[in-house]
C-alpha cells in the first residue's frame, strides 16, 4: 500500500489499526448508504418482562424511596453504608450477571428499566450502580473473560464487591492511543506469569471511597504492553494494549479522590499505579487485544446512560408539568400561554422519542443486533436533550430554579432541586465518550465503506478498484432511485406511518448522495472535515430517532394512548424543519411552531392526559410531599437527612 496516500495517520492511524473491523449490519450505517433497514424494526417486538424483573424493580422503588435522600448525598458527597448494604442485599450489584454466578441474570432491557428508575432519583446512586454493572468488571468479564475468570470473579461482583473500568488520563482524554500507564512482562523460565503495571489514571468511577482508603475490589485497567518504560514513546501504530483486573489491595495501588460540582456523592478520582503485579490469569483477551475487546464491552455499557436520562427527563416533565398547573401570571396557568407551552411539548415528545430508542437499543442488545452505532446516538440524543429540557425548565420555573430546596423552603416555595438536576446533567455530554468526539467516530465508523473502498483509488490499485467500483455504483444508484438498479433486495416496506416513513427514506437517499459527492471532492480530507461530519452525523441521528419512534407508537401496547399520534407528528414535523427550515420572516407556520396547534396539545399535558409519559419513575420525594415545616428539617437534620 501506498503510505503517502493514507488518509490516517499518527493517532488516526493506531485507531484505525485497532478499530473493530466487523461490516457494520446496523440501522444506522446503511442511511449513510441510502438503505433504510427497516426489517430492524419490523422484527423487534416488546418484551415481556420477567417475574424476577418486576419484583426486582419492586424492591429498587422501595429501597431508593426509604434510604437514598439525594439532597443528603448532594450536601454530604457521600451515600450511606446502610443503602451499599441495602443494594448489596437486593442483588443490585449482579442485575446482569446470569443467575448461575450468583446473579439477577436481568435482560439488558430489563435493566434499562432500572437504570430508568434509577435514573429519575438520584444521580449518585444511578452512577455507582451503572459504572458497576455496566462499564465496571462485571460486563467485560462476562463478556471477553475466559470460564476460569467468570467462576473467580463474576460470583464476587454479584455479592456486591464493587469494581471500576480505569482508561482515562491526564494527557490521554478521548486519544486513548496516547495512554502511558504501562505493563511489562514477567516471564519465568520462558514462561509468562504476569505483569508490572505503572501509570495513573484520572477520573476513575467507583475507585476511591476516600484519600487513600478504596471503594472498588477490582478494576479493570487499560495499558501499553511493553517491554521497557521508554517504549510507550514508540510510534502510536506500533503500540499495544492490555486490559487487566487489577486487584486494589495490591502492593503499589492506592488512590485519590476528587471533588466535582454536580453528582457530588460519586466516588471518583485518580489511581496511581506503581509497579502494581497482576497476575497473566487477569488479562482479559489475549496481548494487544486488550483495548479493543474491553471497549466492544462499552458498546452495551453505554447504553445504561440513555436510560437513566430518560428516567431524568421524564422527572423534568412531571416537575414542568407541575409549575405550569400551579404558577399563574396574566390570568391563567403559564402552561397555557404558547411560550411556556410549546417548551413542555416539546419536552413530552423528546421523552417518548427517548423511550423509544431505550426500548429498541434494549431489545437489539439483547437479540445480538450491531449496536455499535446506535449506542453512541443514543447517549448523544439522551444527554443533549436532557440538558436542553433542563434549561428550558429552569425558565419555567425562573428565580425560583436558582435556589436550592433548603433556600426555597425558607419562603414557604415546593423544593424543587433544578439547581441540582442541572448541576448532575452537565457531566453527561462528556462521560462515556465526549459528544463532540463520539459525533466523529459516528462519523468514521458510518462512512467505513466509503473510507475502505475509496481507499483503492487513492492507491490506484486496479484490482482493488474493480472490487470497490460497484459499491459506489449501487450507492450512487440508490440515492437517486431509493433502490439500484444493480440490487436484487429491496427495501422493507413498513406498517409504521407511510408519511413519515417516505420521510426517512428519501433523506436517506439524500444523505447518501451528499456523502458520495463529499467523499468523491474531499478524498483523504474528508477524516478531516469534522464540521461537515458532523453535519452528516446529525442528519443520520435525526433520522434514526424518528424511525424508531415511528416503530414505538405503532406497538400494539402503545396503541390508544391519549395524543400519543399528536406527539408524534410534533416530533417529527420538528425534525423535517431541521431539514428544510422556514425563513425566519416567512408567514408560512410549520405544524410544529403554530400557536394554535400547540395550545390544546399543551393543555392536555398540563392536565394529565398524557401522564403515561411519566411511568416507571419517582416523582421528586420532596414535591410530592410539600414544604418541610422547621420543626420537619430540625428532625431530618438530627437523623442525618
Known sequence: MAKNNSMFKGSLAAAEAARDKRTYSGFLSGLFEGKVRRHLFTRASLPAKSDAASDFLDTLRHLLIEKVDPETIDREGVIGDDVFAALKEIGAFGIKIPRTFGGLGLSQSEYHEAATLMGSHDAATTVLLSAHNSIGAAEPVKLVGNPEQQERLLPRLAKGEISGFALTEKEAGCDIWDLKTYAVPVHEAGVLVGYRLTGEKLYTTNAPRGNGTFLASVLVVIAQIVDAPHDIHRPKAERRFG????????QGCTCTRLSFMGVRGIYNGQVHLHEVWVPVADRLGAEGDGLRRALESLTVGRLTLPAACLGNLKQCL???????QQRVQYDRPIGEHTDIGAKIVLMASRVLALEAIVRITGIWADTKQDVRLESAVAKILATEWLLESLLDLFRIYGGRAFETPDSLRLHGDLPAPIERLIRDALINVIWEGSNGILTLWIGREGLSEYFTHGQAFLDFHLADM???????VKTAARSLAGVSVYEKESSEAGSFDA??????????????????????RDRQGLARKQRLMTRLVSAAMHL????????YKSREEQRGKAHMQSLVTYFCSRTSAAFNPEPLLSLRTSSWDDDSSLYPLAKAILSGQVDWLEAGIIPCR?????????????VGASAGG
Open 544 to 551: 434514526f430517532a424518528v424511525e424508531t419512534l415511528l416503530w
Open 243 to 250: 486490559a487487566f483486573v487489577v486487584d486494589t489491595q495490591a
Open 318 to 324: 412531571w416537575l414542568a408539568r407541575l409549575r405550569a
Open 466 to 472: 474493480v472490487r470497490a467500483t460497484p459499491f459506489f
Open 622 to 634: 420532596a414535591i410530592e410531599n410539600g414544604p418541610a415545616t422547621n420543626e420537619e428539617r430540625m
Open 499 to 520: 408519511v413519515w416513513e417516505r420521510f426517512v427514506e428519501k433523506k436517506s437517499r439524500e444523505l447518501a448522495h451528499t456523502t458520495l459527492w463529499v467523499a468523491a
